[in-house]
T-cell receptor, first 111, second 114 residues
Framework: QQQVKQSPQSLIVQKGGISIINCAYE??????FPWYQQFPGKGPALLIAIRPDVSEKKEGRFTISFNKSAKQFSLHIMDSQPGDSATYFCAAISGNTPLVFGKGTRLSVIA | GAGVSQSPSNKVTEKGKDVELRCDPISGHTALYWYRQSLGQGLEFLIY????????KSGLPSDRFSAERTGGSVSTLTIQRTQQEDSAVYLCASSLGGQPYGYTFGSGTRLTVV
């Protein structure tokens, strides 16, 4: 059973556009929701994260929107750049249990 | 070192052989995790070590998989009698114990079973 469902599987966005990746979860015990960015040949790296007591968190061009009642959260990348082309993973965690990851979204930003 | 180091970076093995994958976590990180990344399948949790506690082995897919962590530092993931479906990238991460944030991943070992 997949605990965190991520969509879309792949995404192509024009340079300067907005990239949106969505995730949904079922386990209401999850209390921390990070996003990871992975470039080819590298391990995932923490990009931005949110706790369920806030509805939005922004860091530069990256924003997480969180809807606790719908059990959904999303990553928005504003003014997308070719350098943002990577695979993005949403994840969730409860207490000290290991992170549970979505299946990933491959983002391509084209000029 | 400053990051999580994994070796080898690539490993090609014949079906039925045993393989060992190594992970050197960040110094001082008490938690260590192994994940498997298969194409289109995201990151699948395998095993988790936290300090001196018994490891959480709930993600290991079969008894052919095992891992140990010596001296609270270096970890080795062993796959016995490898199968073609074991082909994947094996990622190791470490973090400060009890902290959900700050997982630092290594670059992984790409395992190919032929």
């Amino acid at each position: 059973q997949q605990q965190v469902k991520q969509s879309p599987q792949s995404l192509i966005v024009q340079k300067g556009g907005i990239s949106i990746i969505n995730c949904a979860y079922e386990n209401t015990a999850f209390d921390y929701f990070p996003w990871y960015q992975q470039f080819p040949g590298k391990g995932p790296a923490l990009l931005i994260a949110i706790r369920p007591d806030v509805s939005e968190k922004k860091e530069g061009r990256f924003t997480i929107s969180f809807n606790k009642s719908a059990k959904q959260f999303s990553l928005h990348i504003m003014d997308s750049q070719p350098g943002d082309s990577a695979t993005y993973f949403c994840a969730a965690i409860s207490g000290n249990t290991p992170l549970v990851f979505g299946k990933g979204t491959r983002l391509s930003v084209i000029a | 070192g400053a990051g999580v180091s994994q070796s080898p970076s690539n490993k090609v093995t014949e079906k039925g052989k045993d393989v060992e994958l190594r992970c050197d976590p960040i110094s001082g990180h008490t938690a260590l995790y192994w994940y498997r990344q298969s194409l289109g399948q995201g990151l699948e949790f395998l095993i988790y070590f936290q300090g001196n506690s018994a490891p959480d082995k709930s993600g290991l897919p079969s008894d052919r998989f095992s891992a140990e962590r010596t001296g609270g530092s270096v970890s080795t993931l062993t796959i016995q009698r490898t199968q073609q479906e074991d082909s994947a990238v094996y990622l190791c991460a470490s973090s400060l114990g009890g902290q959900p944030y700050g997982y630092t991943f290594g670059s992984g070992t790409r395992l190919t079973v032929v």
